[in-house]
């Protein structure tokens, strides 16, 4: 195989996540890991809505049933529970005894299993449900936003038993490891970047394989593949759980960078700020996903705290633009043949124009 | 005799609440028959509409302030929808999906405008005193019903709105060509019909109506920055089961959300009525995937 400058590239990125802890500063690693952490549910947005034709508000539910399945245990840790004890909010609440549903969670085992299996159950239920009678498109977006809203407003109002609108936080250690120490973010974001790794190189492999095309045969012409003699109803399914189960993963690392997870992360707006992230960086890219998010995020950090009000413009001059002149985003620019490409291409020809003069 | 006074009760609220869906939802449908998009930006018109009702009545005080409101209202969001149309909606229709996002964009920056023009704590719009009143029936099978003039008023105007559209579409030469755009657009314009144009006045009208919405929820409570966004939610719901752009539709769909959610909330409290409402429109439309009314036609894909 001839090595191009793509693989450089792509060595170099590696390189500079793996040994980004022993470079950058505590600070910049912990925002470079949470970005990282919701680079993985961009990858799943990719997955549905570019290669998919899926568009999905409402990845904010995948990534809080991730977030909150591994939070209630990271609550538990450290308490007797047999002996009536309860975490913090709900003594203030007035709660009399551990709600039924919390205890299997005092498991790691069991925690860590839920982050991924209840976001994938949930996912795939739902859009069996709503795919099995041919409902798409729009109407599917719209549901899925009616889902986020009813998810948020239930953890907001259920005070005593999710935390309510603060949340889960104040957390200190995963089975016994104290996960505060710098020492151990520096591991966290260790296996933020492994399962970034893991989850780039696996959607690679599954959209190369004749499930990739038939997906993408969905997405173009739904019919024709019926007409064809394919259902394409597992390709959809299957699509939209594995972005479930990438949302829940990317929550669950992201509750243990943040050392919060709340409403406020997985509601209405939330969720379709995810979506800009895909769209800027390019939706039928994987890369483009991660970089995406990874952009919009550092941006949003830099002047969100600046200039609050100036974010909310920008943030949706960016959705009008990038769906405007950048349907391909950021990636576009790059792949060959594209009309971003060729806007690109003539942008740097004329600089060359005018260094030869 | 008090049970049945309090259920009707329940009863009248959730058809003054359906009234409310219905002109929120009346623009999002019409449009979405002829064009296959959805404005997300839609609930910043009723903001539009509250605040357009708020400024006209600190102009024009006094008892009639409202009932000039409300045209103000109705044009101030009709114009903003045809600009939004103009430049926005119309590039993108042929992807939907890029649509929804694009109009997004439109709306956070439309909220966060108003946050900087009026404050994020809103503003309060007081009811005139002739609609302060309340009803109350004292005979009768329903003696203890209180009727809000208020929530009467509602009624009466999404009445007159649902009127006037139904002889707009069914008796005018423009209704005429919306029906047939919403029915064949490239046969329609083979004809002669501007489809162009009938996109771009819809969509107006649309958003005029939901502007009307907004002054009427100027009278129920304080006007925000995102005073829309608790409502648009439910008239997004209210466009899936209704069918494709379809009055009759739309308005079926608005008073079973209307009265769902009244009668829900007897039982359980607003957050679970919401989760349940989702759960009732993924059933609903188990059963019916195309909504309560469909509209027959040929094409494969719709």
Sequence with gaps: MKLSAKHYVGAAVLLFGAFAPLIINPYELSLLGRFLALSILAMGIMLIWGEGGILSLGQGVFFGLGGYALALHLKLEGLDIANGDMPDFMTWSGVSALPYFWYPFANPWFSLACVVLIPGAVAAAFSWLVFRRRIGGVYFALITQALALAFSTLLISQQAYTGGFNGLTDYSTFDGFDITSTGAAQVIYWITFAFVVAAYFTLRWLLSTRWGIMLRATRDGENRVRFLGHNPLPYKVGAFTIAGILAGIGGALFTLHAGVVSPALVGVVPSIEMVVWVALGGRNVLWGAIAGTLLVNFAKDQISSALPSLWLYGLGALFIFAVSFLPAGIAGLFKPGSPEERVYRRILNRRKLETAE | ?302
């Design chain 2, 1 to 302: 005799m008090q049970e049945s006074a309090f259920l009707l009760g329940q009863v009248f609220n959730g058809v003054s609440v359906a009234s409310l869906f219905v002109l929120a939802a009346l623009g999002l449908a019409l449009s979405f028959g002829l064009m296959r998009v959805i404005n997300m930006a839609h609930g910043e018109m009723l903001m539009l509409g509250g605040y357009l009702a708020y400024m006209t009545l600190s102009v024009v005080p006094g008892p009639l302030g409202i009932l000039v409101a409300l045209p103000v209202a109705f044009l101030g969001a009709a114009l903003l929808g045809a600009v939004l149309e103009f430049a926005v909606i119309h590039r993108l229709s042929a992807r939907p999906l890029d649509t929804l996002l694009a109009t997004w964009g439109v709306s956070l920056v439309l909220q966060q405008a108003a946050r900087n023009l009026f404050g994020a704590i809103g503003v309060q719009v007081i009811a005139p005193t002739w609609l302060n009143h309340t009803v109350t029936l004292h005979s009768g099978p329903f003696s203890g019903l209180d009727l809000p003039f208020t929530r009467l008023f509602i009624l009466l105007v999404a009445a007159i709105v649902l009127g006037a559209i139904a002889l707009l579409l069914n008796k005018t030469r423009l209704g005429l060509y919306v029906r047939a755009v919403n029915q064949d657009r490239p046969v329609a314009a083979a004809m002669g019909v501007n489809a162009r144009l009938v996109d771009l006045l819809v969509f107006s009208l649309g958003t005029g109506v939901a502007g009307l919405a907004g002054v009427i929820l100027a009278l129920l409570g304080p006007v925000t920055p995102t005073v829309g966004q608790s409502y648009i939610v439910p008239a997004f719901l209210v466009v899936i089961l209704g069918g494709l752009g379809s009055l009759v539709g739309t308005t079926i769909a608005s008073l079973i959300i209307g009265l769902f959610t009244a009668l829900i909330e007897i039982f359980v409290d607003v957050s679970v009525a919401q989760v349940l409402l989702l759960v009732f429109v993924i059933v609903f439309i188990q059963f019916r995937p195309q909504g309560v009314i469909t509209v027959r036609s040929r094409a494969l894909e719709g």
